[in-house]
């Protein structure tokens, strides 16, 4: 299974910010999938945003951009103009066969 | 269209007990794979089946099984209950399974072993 690396347990960040939330990943595959998805209280996974490894741009969804550095192995996740609704578990993950998680890291917006 | 359901939503079980956790999959999906959700930490990949065959498997013990039907549902069913074994456990299903397209997930169910 591939590794995921998440270092940022929570983050702070006020109303109409940026945040940039970062996930390293570990993997011999040259084809494989990045993901980032979403947790709420509720528990339910919300997908967000998909990066393919042989994407050359980095995808966009919305708020949600993905900041792909393949030499880096690094997929950050950028949310512009936080908003409330936005405080959750955030996880990144990576294919190909299963998803492996990372840690998580919990955001809480501010008003 | 409905997206993925889980029964029940939560549980009480006792160790050494039996559980047995359903999953209907979103409209169209073929691919059903489960994960295990501890608290504070990331899905672990249990299982996914796929044309009623489990076809691929995360480090779980036998303890741990499944079954998918031919209107491509599933059930999870775990064994000899642990105190570990307590966890959000999250039903996922996709069209194809490869592992390069999106999951959908079901809200989970929540297990507690007493």
């Known amino acids: 299974a591939q590794k995921i690396t998440q270092t940022q347990p929570g983050m702070f960040v006020q109303e109409k910010e940026a945040v940039t939330l970062d996930c390293t990943y570990d993997?011999?595959?040259?084809?494989?999938?990045l993901f980032w998805y979403k947790q709420p209280s509720s528990g339910e996974m919300i997908f967000l945003i998909y990066q393919g490894s042989y994407d050359e741009q980095n995808a966009t969804e919305g708020r949600y951009s993905l900041n792909f550095q393949k030499a880096r192995k690094s997929a950050n996740l950028v949310i512009s103009a936080s908003q409330l609704g936005d405080s959750a578990m955030y996880f990144c993950a990576s294919s190909p066969r299963e998803l492996s998680f990372g840690a998580g890291t919990t955001v809480t917006v501010r008003a | 269209d409905a997206g993925v359901t889980q029964s029940p939503t939560h549980l009480i079980k006792t160790r050494g007990q039996q559980v047995t956790l359903r999953c209907s999959p979103k409209?169209?999906?073929?691919?059903v794979s489960w994960y295990q959700q501890a608290l504070g930490q990331g899905p672990q990949f249990i299982f996914q089946y796929y044309e009623e065959e489990e076809r691929q498997r995360g480090n779980f013990p036998d303890r741990f099984s499944g079954h998918q039907f031919p209107n491509y549902s599933s059930e999870l069913n775990v064994n000899a209950l642990l105190l570990g074994d307590s966890a959000l456990y999250l039903c996922?299903?996709?069209?194809?399974?490869?592992?390069?397209?999106?999951?959908?997930f079901g809200s989970g169910t929540q297990l507690s072993v007493l």
């Open positions: 993997t011999s595959d040259q084809s494989y999938g």
């Open positions: 996922a299903s996709s069209l194809g399974g490869t592992g390069m397209e999106k999951l959908f």
């Open positions: 409209s169209g999906h073929d691919t």
